[in-house]
């Protein structure tokens, strides 16, 4: 097992990432893009996508871990960044691999955390076609909903002074928040025609356990598998070594079934 640095181009940026090659493949293996959450990166927090990435490529799937346009190492500035330019971001990641000799280009699956989960949705549904399954971590079902509370106390009396609003030492601008309520990433799922994994922590203070729900409730309209799976006592990102262990297992075993 080994992996490499590589880069892309998405909307005039080079995108940066690490490829995670099975090279004990004697064919082109499935592959998995893994997407970061907002203010995240293609690490992620105690590592959970390295984490995730190694698991995967252990179990013959070859991983893209990468940087949205404005996030970690890629170009861009993160006062850029929407939800609209992140799925072209993951749609130029899915050409990447599709266009690699050592990836199976019918079996590749998406894989989100937050909202990168709510993008991993919207790009499922856009590319139908070349997605063979879909996993969805802690993932924001409805992004208006989410970010509702930056429409009341200081983060709006910043948006009113400046135009933008300090988020953890970020600028988020205004344009992300409009672009955001033009996207409904339960609504992708459910128009999905393939194999969708939720999987929630009880005790997600970041994203609620309710979004999970709201995807589940938008399978509904799906004859596809969906499979649910609420860990007791997890956090927005998993942050204890028994949570993660689950979440590796749960992506294994979905993904090793559906591609």
């Not at 013959?60 to 404005?70: E, N, P, Q």
């Not at 993160?78 to 050409?95: H, K, P, Q, R």
């Not at 609003?165 to 928040?177: A, E, M, N, P, W």
Request: with cysteine; aromatic share 8%.
């Amino acid at each position: 097992m080994t992996m490499e640095y590589v880069e892309f181009v998405s909307r005039g940026y080079t995108l940066r990432g690490m490829f995670h090659r099975c090279l004990d493949n004697k064919t082109a293996s499935p592959a998995v893009i893994l997407c970061h959450g907002f203010t995240g990166h293609k690490i992620e927090a105690h590592f959970l996508f390295v984490t995730i990435a190694r698991y995967l490529q252990s179990k013959g799937i070859a991983v893209l871990r990468f940087d949205f346009a404005g996030s970690g190492e890629s170009d861009g500035e993160f006062s850029d960044v929407t939800i609209s330019g992140e799925v072209d971001d993951a749609s130029a990641a899915l050409d990447y691999l599709i266009g690699r000799n050592d990836v199976d280009s019918g079996r590749i699956g998406l894989a989100g955390l937050s909202l990168g989960g709510g993008v991993a949705a919207l790009l499922a549904e856009r590319r139908k076609d070349d997605v063979q399954a879909l996993a969805l971590l802690s993932a924001v079902a409805s992004p208006a909903r989410i970010i509702s509370f930056i429409r009341t106390g200081k983060f709006e009396t910043q948006l009113a002074n400046w135009g933008y609003l300090d988020f953890g030492g970020l600028k988020v601008s205004r344009k992300f928040l409009q672009d955001a309520e033009h996207h409904d990433p339960a609504g992708a799922i459910a128009q999905f025609p393939k194999p969708v994994l939720i999987v929630h922590g009880d005790e997600d203070n970041t994203v609620p356990l309710s979004e999970a729900q709201t995807f589940q409730q938008a399978r509904n309209q799906s004859s596809a598998p969906t499979q649910v799976e609420i860990i007791k006592g997890a956090t927005h990102t998993y942050s204890t070594l028994e949570h993660t262990e689950t979440v590796c297992r749960l992506l294994g075993e979905f993904f090793t079934t559906h591609l």
